[in-house]
């Protein structure tokens, strides 16, 4: 057992390096949000068709601080504190607003994803808010309080548990999120369908896991880079004009 810890500890260092290196080497702007170009819905037009698309935001990062090494209850204590952090302010140049028709912008109840939102789109759109959207739930594995580790590895092994369908008492299932999932899928469906372009600021794993579903109901990743702070998941769908 603790050889596959250590193991799952390098992997999750890795990682987050790699992630590191990449979010300090990005272009502006990081993520575009704009509706189809009116030429090609004018062409799609003549053959009955229309395109639509699905944004997958995650939101910006939580100003909250992170230590590197903690007990159980300490990261159980970080994770509780994360989901109440108002986020940094917004470099706006990370993210280029550039839609010609009304919309209404989907968020999650978590502040992150609020505050986000309103950083973004709350001048100029409706936004609104629903616990559908929220991220999936975590609760580390409880430990004797002597063991320190990565938080990042609390929250891995803790993760992987509840994946298992073994960590989840007191909060939603695996399974419980996975008809989550669904249900958030196809009201961004529903929303596309009816204005053209649905955006949502969510979070990691669930933009990962919505996304995963409309894959699967036909759609098509154009960018995938909603796992990440602004980053946004694209997918469109041709879909007949009635």
Known sequence: MLKFILRF???????????????????????????????IQNELSEAGQLKIQIYLIRHAKPNLHKRFLSSSVQAQ?????????????????????????????????????????LSLFGDSYVIVSDRIFREFELKIVRSNSIVQLPLDL????????????????????????????????DN????????ETAILVGHGMINAAISKELRKRG??????K?????????????ISKE
């Open 77 to 117: 204590d970080y994770v509780e504190h994360y989901n109440k952090a108002p986020i940094h302010e917004i470099d706006l140049n990370m993210v280029k607003i550039d839609l010609k028709k009304p919309h209404q912008i989907y968020c999650s109840n978590l502040v992150r994803s609020q505050e986000t939102a």
């Open 9 to 39: 500890a390098i992997v999750i260092n890795f990682s987050i390096a790699v992630v590191f290196a990449q979010q300090t080497s990005c272009d502006f702007p990081f993520t575009s949000v704009e509706d189809v170009p009116e030429f």
């Open 154 to 185: 609390w929250k891995g092994v803790s993760r992987l548990f509840w994946l298992l369908g073994c960590n989840h008492e007191g909060i939603e299932s695996h399974e419980e999120a996975k008809e989550r999932v669904v249900w958030a899928a």
């Open 226 to 238: 909603g796992h990440r702070n602004l980053g946004a998941t694209i997918l469109q769908k041709n």
């Open 219 to 224: 759609w098509d990743v154009i960018c995938k």
């Open 188 to 195: 961004l469906e529903k929303l596309a369908s009816q204005e």
